[in-house]
């Protein structure tokens, strides 16, 4: 039986490239000059540190077109609050990976609407979707990327 699963992932090395070329942009920009400012990464966890907010929201515009560039879908990162001191602001952004039992929920409900003879599991931090004609499961793929999810979306492991 046909079958393939809909998972939400991000390649941690593009992730890590993207940092790093940011950090390499803003240690060279005249205005970024003797303010160590900075990006750091900690496994799913990026933190912008600069002197000001209004540095932590450029550096973080640097790092969005680095990201963007590299085909990262700027739906996976979801801010935190900005903490500001004296003499330093910091900006911590988390990596979303995987879907989530609320949304998964609602790819199912999505996927259950459209009235095709398929199947829709929700397994861990994917779905799975299965069903007797490939027909199917191409209209299911074709719906949910005209869908708007919350969430980017990719397919993958499909079988016939």
Not at 66 to 90: C, F, G, T
Not at 136 to 146: G, K, N, S, V
């Amino acid at each position: 039986m046909p079958s393939f699963d809909i998972v939400s992932t991000i390649d941690n090395h593009e992730i890590t490239n993207a940092v790093d070329q940011s950090n390499r942009e803003v240690s060279t920009r005249f205005d970024f000059k003797d303010t160590n400012a900075r990006l750091e990464l900690n496994k799913d966890k990026i933190t912008i540190i600069a002197p000001t907010d209004f540095q932590v929201k450029q550096v973080d515009e640097i790092l969005r077109n680095k990201l963007s560039k590299r085909q990262i879908d700027l739906r996976s990162l979801q801010y935190k609050e900005m903490s500001v001191n004296l003499n330093e602001a910091k900006q911590t952004i988390e990596i979303k990976q995987g879907i989530e039992g609320e949304d998964a929920k609602k790819l199912v409900k999505l996927i259950k609407d459209t009235k095709c003879k398929v199947q829709a599991a929700i397994q861990g931090d994917q779905v799975r979707v299965t069903g007797k004609k490939r027909d199917d499961l191409q209209e299911i793929i074709a719906y949910l990327r005209e869908a708007k999810v919350e969430i980017p979306l990719q397919f993958v492991n499909f079988r016939d």
